[in-house]
């Protein structure tokens, strides 16, 4: 067996016993004040947020900076910055206090009687999911109300933000760490153009797909569309005459000109007869999307966020059968 120096035991056994005071003397509301100091990085800005007088955060910035050894705000030029010590107790501060919250909320969640809101951030793609999930609510939770987050995708799912989401669908499978997640649906990319659109006949063939031009979709946070970075690897380049942000915008603008765009079916499915679209299979095949639930691990055992995933789960199969049944 390998002998452990004494010394080293010695400091080992000084460092539990220094955190195990320090955090017996802690009071839980300085972590409420951390937690707001942390996200606003302003001792104004925070106690606004706590309903505290400035003075008063003041004092609990100063209790917190002795008790953990850290200035954990220092003021750069005109403004406060976190300092690498409290940027890396962000994270596991809102999760540790998320968890404590919830030792006080009900066990139980009774749809018919709730007045819950969720938030939801999901792309414009599946917005066709939230006329039968409303249609679902309404007779289950006619209390309940749902909010529409404008999607920012993976990269600004930061700690501040993430606490603030119930749920989120997105076509990429590990696009959300930390997460739990669920298949919910398929769907498959389509040609969407005009009806009497001069080329339909032609662009379900190579010569005249390449021939085309078209509206690229690049989403927030990416550089391109994810079908021309598809099509790029294996040597094909489309002419893109316009790029828009949302299918939506996309959708509106071949509807009213000569231009093409890839487009989830199921979409362009929901707006064809609106906006006089015509749907046409492309002569390459980017291969099936499939869409998944994704919920944070603080709701996982919340029985309201439970009820709602279950109903996104059963409309998102509803959605699937056709696409399942027509594979």
Request: with cysteine; proline share 8%; net charge positive.
């Amino acid at each position: 067996m390998l002998a452990v120096p004494t010394a080293f035991f010695q400091s080992i056994v000084h460092m539990i016993y220094i955190r195990a005071m320090n955090l017996a003397a802690l009071d839980l509301n300085l972590l409420v004040a951390l937690d707001a100091l942390l996200r606003e990085a302003s001792v104004g800005r925070a106690a606004l947020q706590l309903g505290l007088s400035q003075p008063a955060v003041s004092h609990a910035l100063r209790r917190l900076r002795e008790t953990l050894g850290d200035p954990l705000l220092v003021r750069v030029g005109a403004r406060m910055e976190l300092t690498p010590r409290a940027q890396s107790l962000r994270a596991p501060l809102a999760e540790a206090l998320e968890q404590l919250r919830g030792l006080f909320v009900p066990a139980g969640f009774d749809p018919g009687t709730s007045s819950r809101r969720f938030a939801l951030m999901i792309p414009d793609h599946v917005i066709n999911l939230l006329a039968p999930l409303m249609t679902r609510v309404a007779a289950e939770a006619p209390g309940v109300r749902l909010d529409i987050t404008p999607w920012r995708g993976a990269a600004a799912m930061h700690p501040d933000f993430a606490r603030r989401i119930d749920l989120v669908i997105n076509c990429h499978p590990d696009a959300f760490p930390g997460f739990h997640r669920q298949r919910l649906f398929g769907d498959r990319d389509m040609l969407a153009v005009r009806r009497r659109h001069p080329q339909t006949a032609r662009l379900n063939r190579m010569d005249g797909f390449l021939a085309a031009r078209f509206v690229a979709v690049i989403g927030r946070g990416l550089q391109e569309d994810p079908i021309d970075t598809w099509l790029l690897a294996r040597g094909i380049r489309r002419q893109i005459a316009l790029s828009v942000p949302s299918y939506l915008q996309a959708l509106h603008t071949v509807a009213r000109s000569d231009l093409a765009a890839f487009v989830p079916s199921r979409l362009i499915a929901s707006l064809q007869e609106q906006l006089a679209l015509a749907t046409v299979v492309p002569p390459v095949d980017p291969g099936p999307d499939e869409e998944f639930l994704f919920w944070p691990s603080r709701n996982h055992t919340d029985p309201a966020s439970a009820w709602l995933r279950k109903l996104v789960l059963e409309v998102g199969r509803k959605l699937d059968r056709p696409a399942r049944r027509a594979a």
